[in-house]
């Protein structure tokens, strides 16, 4: 079991950035793969950006490219979203998951999941 918590949304003008935390308790985080997903109102979950168990590999989905990144700190079980230059498209709940695969933009590959954080930027 793998217990996960976000935090760091908030509300933000366009063009501005937030970081996300989400925070990991429970078994051998430091090998999982980590992944953000989003989920707006009326829309399906999307995924927005993973990252391999080391850190080493990366993964954005083309929404995110050149304003997202992604990190993670295994000895503080934590990983990051650092998203600028946000815009009022990026509104949605924020999750974070955990992976034991390597299957990183598909949602059904994704074994644990936090509550969400919600991130609104208004125009």
């Known amino acids: 079991q793998v217990q996960l918590v976000e935090s760091g949304g908030g509300l933000v003008q366009a063009g501005g950035s937030l970081k996300l935390s989400c925070s990991a308790s429970?078994?051998?985080?430091?090998?999982?793969?980590m992944g953000w997903f989003r989920q707006a109102p009326g829309k399906e979950r999307e995924f927005v950006v993973g990252?391999?168990?080391?850190?080493?590999?990366?993964y954005y989905a083309d929404s995110g490219k050149g304003r997202f990144t992604i990190s993670r700190d295994n000895a503080k079980n934590t990983v990051y979203l650092q998203m600028n230059s946000l815009k009022p498209e990026d509104t949605a709940v924020y999750y974070c998951?955990?992976?034991?695969?390597?299957?990183?933009?598909?949602?059904?590959?994704?074994?644990?999941w936090g509550q969400g954080t919600q991130v609104t930027v208004s125009s």
């Open positions: 998951a955990v992976s034991s695969s390597n299957m990183y933009y598909d949602v059904r590959s994704y074994d644990y």
């Open positions: 429970g078994r051998a985080f430091s090998s999982y793969a």
């Open positions: 990252i391999s168990w080391s850190g080493g590999r990366t």
